[in-house]
């Protein structure tokens, strides 16, 4: 069972990539994937189209939904949540209320996937409001600056001991030096308020270490947001040990992180067509 839920995801990739059908601009495709070692309870906002991201996702499921162009909001992960079968409840981090459906932004710390589709769409990863699990987005098959934004890294396991955040002695998120000081220099307000004077600080050039392609501070963006036309969106959670099986496009050439010649290995469209189709009534079932 967990292998077939591991290449649900990756069957749904390789189907879009090997499609001779254009990506239309009604709609983006979004597969958010959990890696993790831990059951997530991802977040989305605004969410009347997808429910609010009311859903657990258990390690190695995944879950596929439609985005349409007009779009902008936020994708992050719920962890430690528990919910009644009302759907009421608490989650450590990533919190929206006591719900299961969001029906606003996350509380901090947080990892963020932030999303404006359009023509080009604009999309980020932001460590601004800190963070609690490794994240990836990963554009397929699209044009632009197509890069995958977000952190292969656990920065739990590095997190300055003044921004972590415990429970039971464990590190379950780091916080921003602005959530934890409330300093305008630290925060980019008041005469920091403008990106010539707002500058990384210690805090902020740890994350972008650890992190290269991901928001570390309100006015990292030349190094941190991209733009790509006509792509769907592979999110990833707890990405560092499934590199491989993260598949996008560089310069119009296939690059699946180590596993360059897996689309060869599973052959023509149609092929893909019948896996992706016995695929999905396994997981309606």
């Not at 390789?14 to 001779?20: R, V």
């Not at 007009?70 to 759907?87: H, L, V």
């Not at 991209?226 to 769907?232: H, K």
């Not at 560089?250 to 695929?279: D, Y």
Request: charged fraction near 15%.
């Amino acid at each position: 069972m967990a292998n077939l839920n591991v290449l649900l995801p990756l069957l749904v990739v390789l189907f879009i990539i090997s499609s001779e059908t254009k990506v239309t601009e009604s709609a983006r495709i979004f597969t958010i994937i959990n890696y993790c070692k831990e059951t997530i309870w991802p977040g989305i906002t605004p969410g009347d189209n997808f429910n609010g991201g009311g859903f657990a996702l258990k390690r190695g499921q995944s879950i596929v939904f439609n985005a349409p162009v007009g779009w902008s909001g936020r994708i992050w992960a719920r962890t430690g949540c528990s919910f009644d079968k009302n759907g009421n409840g608490s989650c450590q981090t990533g919190s929206c209320g006591t719900s299961l459906k969001c029906g606003a932004s996350g509380a901090t710390p947080v990892s963020l996937a932030e999303f404006t589709l359009a023509t080009p769409d604009f999309y980020d990863v932001s460590l601004v409001d800190g963070f609690n699990l490794p994240l990836l987005v990963t554009p397929i098959n699209g044009v632009g600056n197509c890069s995958v934004a977000g952190c292969y890294m656990d920065l739990r396991s590095t997190c300055p001991s003044e921004l972590a955040v415990k429970s039971n002695g464990k590190v379950i998120a780091c916080r921003s030096a602005c959530d934890v000081f409330n300093t305008d220099e630290y925060c980019c307000r008041g005469v920091y308020g403008n990106p010539v004077v707002c500058q990384p600080t210690y805090y902020s050039k740890k994350f972008k270490e650890a992190c290269p392609t991901a928001y570390s501070y309100a006015y990292d963006d030349p190094t941190s947001i991209f733009t790509c036309s006509g792509t769907d969106y592979v999110i990833t959670f707890c990405p560092s040990s499934q590199k491989q099986q993260v598949c996008t496009y560089h310069n119009n050439k296939l690059v699946c992180g180590g596993s360059q010649g897996l689309k060869s290995l599973i052959g023509s469209s149609w092929v893909l067509v019948l896996a992706f189709s016995f695929m999905v009534n396994w997981w309606i079932i």
